[in-house]
């Protein structure tokens, strides 16, 4: 179906349901359930080799496994319902002019963080990960779930999500 053609209908959908969506000035920015792990070394380095991530959400068991860095594309194999991900991280600056303000962000490749990803809104997480059969982090939460509503309350969707923050050993 023509993605104009489901944006007629939904705000169709909108108008019949009392939601004046135009009027509100709401977009159609999606978000979902989630917990989100942060996961960094100390010096900011990431450990080379095969990783191998193990989750317990609850009583649901996922892994991920991935080589790092990779070579020849991506090998990375995780279950439904997670993700991971490294990252560089970035050093922002804004420059004023009279022409306005320039926002500039570079990737700085030596420093990396980690993001493990779950969809729906677990009550406990256990996270073990090792690289080559050495283990790097044991660590466990109960998130605390805040709402997110992307286009405001008015307009939906409104999401849980939540995230931590850890250290690799």
């Keep these: 179906m023509d993605i104009r053609v489901i944006a007629i ?12 969506v135009l009027s509100k000035g709401c977009t159609l920015v999606g978000c979902e359930d989630s917990f989100t792990a942060t996961v ?14 193990e989750v317990l959400a609850d009583s649901a068991s996922l892994t991920c496994t991935f080589v790092y860095p990779a070579t020849g594309g991506s090998s990375q194999l995780c279950d439904a319902n997670l993700s991971v991900m490294v990252w560089p991280e970035t050093t922002c600056t804004d420059t004023t002019t009279d022409a306005g303000v320039t926002h ?17 809104t677990p ?7 090792s ?7 044991d660590a466990v939460t109960a ?7 992307p286009n405001g309350r008015e307009c939906g969707p409104i999401c849980r999500q939540a995230t931590v923050s850890w250290m690799f050993e």
Aim: charged share 20%.
């Design 40 to 53: 960094r070394k100390a010096d900011r380095s990431f450990p080379g080799g095969v990783h191998r991530i």
């Design 9 to 20: 209908v939904a705000g169709a959908a909108l108008g019949a349901s009392g939601c004046d």
């Design 143 to 149: 998130p605390s779930y805040k709402e997110v509503a």
């Design 104 to 120: 500039q962000c570079d990737l700085v490749p030596t420093r990396l963080y980690e993001t493990i990803a779950l969809r729906g």
């Design 131 to 137: 690289v080559d059969d050495t283990p790097i982090l």
């Design 123 to 129: 009550g406990q997480v256990h996270v073990w990960q």
